[in-house]
């Protein structure tokens, strides 16, 4: 199983022992441009020549590219002067280099360019009209030499390492530059945070732009070096204490098993049961592996789920039954509620299917409606954390993209339908809920221990939601620029965790009211009482080697149900990889991996659990299975053809 910590952080210097004389060249030099051939032949070269030649290359009117200032603007500046250019080019002079072997043990890097010129240009700069005044106004894209030119935004991974003035990222392999002038490192980061910025919000990096995008209320978002880091300085967690007032290590002792002791235990897939589409863990005595042709039951054990020979072959319902993409347990868990996407390509659903899952029938085809009309929704969620072991729930959550609302299976009396022998099926009660008119954009939700309700978007916001109200969210969270393809919350409502194709946003909802009594987001507004969020990234290594195309997906903390319990790990599945971080680790502001961080802190300490093929899902089972020589629940990874569970020991 691989490490936080990979060969990215090898010594760059490393990989030049081919060529020492060029390495030492490059240490005795001032890091400028590179000198003209004749200094190199050791011949001089007068300064009236120098000055003559200059003069004879400007009057031929060549076109130079011109630095960006720090906020980017889409006209190039026609007023710099050739010393500015110059100097330009000496600060942005880095040595490129490739990352070959992969995860293997010969895994290294490689010199590509010795000297290479990084810059930032629109996109379509350089095949523009050159009449057109306007110049491009395409994205800006990051350009490396004559080896790389790419989109600026979050797919590139970039990651940062000051103290050696070097930056990796992804672009069809893992790169990394080392910038050769002292001020190099600092101005690049300076201009690639303005260039995401613009790229992500269409508007510049300046203080009107953070203002248009984050409004004054999350001006810790826009700028967190001026934010108030109290949340994250208070973050505390009784399963593991410390000295009052130190900061946290490296490892802590809760983190140590999880990186190092765990025991695995791998069960294939039945041949009759088909690939597994999906994971729906129980919290009493069995789990579900949906499949291409039905239900797989899995007992649950305290070192995780083992199958039980049993295979629920789903009938019944009067219509065709193609494989659900959502499996929702009710009543106890003896129901399950199987939405399936419509034919049309399009994740919506018409209904959901209501299973018995003693007899393995299908007791009903429930269908969405409103005031009598059809409606489709994209997807569906319990009440609460822990209602699917309630044996009385009849009401769960559904979500559209412009619609939050409560389906009731019984009808407006109070009386449950009768489903076996309804020739029609039989539509769901609205209960409560709201139809926005339009722009809103839901793509996900989740619902806390008292009901409350967070809500994704493909704008990238978040908003939060009470119990007793759907139609105006409490606080909405700015988008960071990228969807939010899923949510999770803790069970108190404290912590929210979002997830988008690239990265992990973790953001605390706690606020002290005018009164001084500590509320969260759900329950009342938190004005400009915000701390900006944290980041949980991959390495562009580990983003590189997970598969192609890789996206997060489904990021959840562990889980938890009872009041005063708090969740102790993240987990999101990434291509092959099944990735865990420290919730604790991840909430302490003076963790290692946030010193010298410039904007939204990232955290990069995590653990990999690599697998054959691509992970359908990574959960960790139901508290109750944190028994007490372990320090978490185990957790369950599944992929098409096979489910692991991870059950962490109390070795040392």
């Known amino acids: 199983m691989g490490g936080s910590h990979s060969r990215e952080d090898l010594d760059l210097s490393g990989s030049d022992d081919d060529d020492a004389s060029s390495r030492a060249s490059d240490a005795s030099s001032d890091f400028s441009t590179p000198p003209p051939a004749s200094a190199r032949l050791g011949v001089a070269t007068p300064a009236s020549v120098v000055d003559d030649i200059d003069h004879h290359l400007r009057n031929l009117h060549l076109k130079y590219a011109e630095p960006i200032s720090p906020n980017p603007s889409p006209t190039p500046n026609p007023g710099a002067s050739a010393s500015a250019s110059a100097s330009a080019s000496a600060v942005n002079a880095v040595k490129l280099f490739l990352h070959i072997g992969g995860s293997t043990a010969a895994a290294r890097w490689v010199t590509s360019d010795r000297l290479a010129a990084v810059s930032f240009v629109r996109s379509g700069e350089g095949a523009s009209d050159p009449d057109d005044d306007d110049g491009p106004t395409g994205p800006w894209c990051l350009v490396v030499g004559s080896k790389i030119r790419a989109k600026v935004g979050p797919e590139l991974q970039l990651k940062t390492f000051p103290v050696q003035r070097r930056v990796d990222f992804v672009v069809d392999g893992v790169w990394a530059l080392k910038f050769l002038h002292p001020d190099g490192y600092g101005d690049f980061n300076a201009k690639y945070n303005s260039c995401l910025f613009e790229n992500s919000y269409g508007v510049e990096a300046t203080d009107e732009g953070r203002a248009k995008v984050f409004g004054k209320d999350f001006a810790a978002w826009a700028r967190p070096e001026c934010g108030d880091e109290s949340i994250w300085e208070d973050a505390s967690?009784?399963?593991?204490?410390?000295?009052?007032?130190?900061?946290?290590?490296?490892?802590?002792?809760?983190?140590?098993?999880?990186?190092?002791?765990?025991?695995?235990?791998?069960?294939?897939?039945?041949?009759?049961?088909?690939n597994i589409q999906s994971l729906a863990l129980g919290a009493l005595d069995n789990s579900f592996l949906v499949?291409?042709?039905?239900?797989?039951?899995?007992?649950?054990?305290?070192?995780?789920?083992?199958?039980?020979?049993?295979?629920?072959?789903?009938?019944?319902?009067?219509?065709?039954?193609?494989?659900?993409?959502?499996?929702?347990?009710?009543?106890?868990?003896?129901?399950?509620?199987l939405m399936s996407p419509a034919t049309d390509g399009k994740p919506h659903a018409k209904g959901v299917h209501q299973l018995d899952i003693e007899t393995g029938k299908v007791v009903s085809q429930w269908k969405f409606g409103k005031d009598g009309t059809?409606?489709?929704?994209?997807?569906?969620?319990?009440?609460?954390?822990?209602?699917?072991?309630?044996?009385?729930?009849?009401?769960?959550?559904?979500?559209?993209?412009?619609?939050?609302?409560?389906?009731?299976?019984?009808?407006?009396?109070?009386?449950?339908?009768?489903?076996?022998?309804?020739?029609?099926?039989?539509?769901?009660?609205?209960?409560?809920?709201?139809?926005?008119?339009?722009?809103?954009?839901?793509?996900?939700?989740?619902?806390?221990?008292?009901?409350?309700?967070?809500?994704?978007?493909l704008d990238g916001k978040i908003r939060l939601y009470s119990k007793s109200s759907m139609r105006m969210a409490k606080t909405a969270f700015p988008g960071l620029g990228s969807p939010i393809t899923h949510v999770d919350v803790t069970y108190d409502g404290k912590w929210i965790l979002g997830t988008t194709d690239t990265y992990l946003i973790l953001i605390c909802t706690i606020f002290i009211d005018k009164d001084g009594k500590e509320k969260t987001g759900f329950g009342g507004r938190m004005g400009n009482r915000i701390a900006a969020p944290r980041l949980l990234k991959l390495s562009p290594l580990h983003s590189h080697l997970a598969g192609d195309n890789s996206k997060f997906r489904e990021g959840r903390f562990s889980w938890v149900t009872d009041n005063g319990k708090q969740e102790r790990h993240l987990v999101t599945t990434v291509g092959r990889y099944s990735v865990v971080w420290n919730f604790l680790q991840v909430k302490n502001s003076h963790h290692e991996c946030y010193q010298n961080q410039e904007g939204l802190k990232s955290c990069y300490c995590y653990k990999v659990i690599p697998k054959d093929e691509s992970i359908v899902a990574s959960r960790f089972m139901h508290e109750k299975y944190d028994v007490s020589d372990c320090p978490e629940a185990p957790l369950v990874v599944a992929t098409p053809m096979k489910v692991t569970s991870f059950s962490v020991s109390s070795q040392r």
């Not at 946290?248 to 069960?267: G, I, Q």
């Not at 039980?308 to 399950?336: Q, Y």
């Not at 559209?400 to 409560?406: A, G, Q, S």
């Open 374 to 457: 059809d409606i489709n929704m994209r997807d569906i969620t319990n009440d609460s954390k822990g209602a699917q072991m309630d044996a009385s729930e009849s009401t769960f959550l559904g979500l559209d993209d412009n619609r939050l609302c409560r389906w009731d299976m019984r009808d407006r009396h109070g009386i449950v339908q009768n489903l076996a022998s309804s020739m029609e099926s039989p539509v769901l009660e609205w209960t409560q809920g709201h139809q926005f008119s339009r722009g809103t954009n839901f793509q996900c939700f989740a619902s806390t221990g008292d009901g409350s309700i967070v809500v994704g978007s």
């Open 237 to 274: 967690d009784a399963f593991s204490p410390g000295p009052k007032g130190s900061p946290m290590p490296a490892r802590s002792p809760m983190l140590r098993p999880l990186m190092e002791d765990f025991r695995e235990f791998e069960e294939p897939v039945e041949q009759g049961d088909g």
């Open 291 to 337: 499949g291409d042709s039905g239900i797989h039951v899995v007992k649950n054990f305290e070192h995780g789920i083992h199958g039980k020979g049993v295979s629920v072959k789903i009938s019944g319902g009067g219509t065709h039954f193609t494989t659900p993409k959502k499996a929702l347990l009710m009543r106890a868990e003896t129901n399950m509620l």
